[in-house]
């Protein structure tokens, strides 16, 4: 009597899609190329990572296409930073009709609020840049690793151990650097960069960042900013300017000229290098900037 009830169990088993989908790797479409890094260090195999910004990209710039639409249409998780980094993902989310579950990786973080001098009445602005502060890095690898438990919780041992493995390397970094920032003297802790990305950054590890772009890429410097910039620049007697991998460089390349300081070389702003370049993950990205930053100050 016993073996016709097993072979139903058997039956009902194979049929249950649930069980087969839980071995399928959870298709993700990433908003910008770290985060899309990100995610594929705590997935592993078990993740297909689609990224709509990709290396040395500029996703403030980002125009999406219907093409993009129907990458989302099939997606499982829809992976963005937040903090309004994105201003395109709401329509094109709509405009794919998907039902993916929304992945906000920087859910959590204590965000920098300016108010912007050069915002209509004097409207307050978020700087979506958080993931310069490696701290805030960890807690966009713990988001990361809640949603794809909740998508594959049989996976959710490996998914923890990447994690943990990651953190631990973030960790030590972010503890080298603040103790290295911190010996470096005030006069070198004055920097230039095209955009206004590292705020963050600043914060974490006590340098000053200017820029002659705001947070936003697609906002264009007026020639009273340039100007006010490079007076700064000369009053403050800083000698280094950075370029960075996902802006036009000639703008700084001209402060250089106009002011006599020197390049100090390229900044991981808001994208990885490409993958045969120095800095094709997260923790390689922070790794460069800190010894870039570190290095060319003296
Ligand atoms: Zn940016």
Redesign the pocket.
Known sequence: MLKPVLSVLCCLALLSTPARAQETPIKIVASFSILGDMIEQVGGNDVMIDTLVGPDED??EFQPSPEDAKRLRDAEIIAINGLHFEGWIGRLIKASGTKAKLLVASAGVHARVLNHADAPKGESVVD??AWQDLRNGQLYIKNITAALIAARPNKSESFKERARTLIAKIESLDRKARERFSALPASERKIITT?D?FGYFSEAYGLTFLAPIG???EAQPSAADVANLIHQIQKQDIKVLFIENMTDPRLIEQIAEDTGARMGGTLY??ALSKPDGEAPTYLEMMKVNIKRLLGSTR
């Open positions: 996703a403030h979506p840049h955009h990305a947070m936003n890429t702003a808001d």
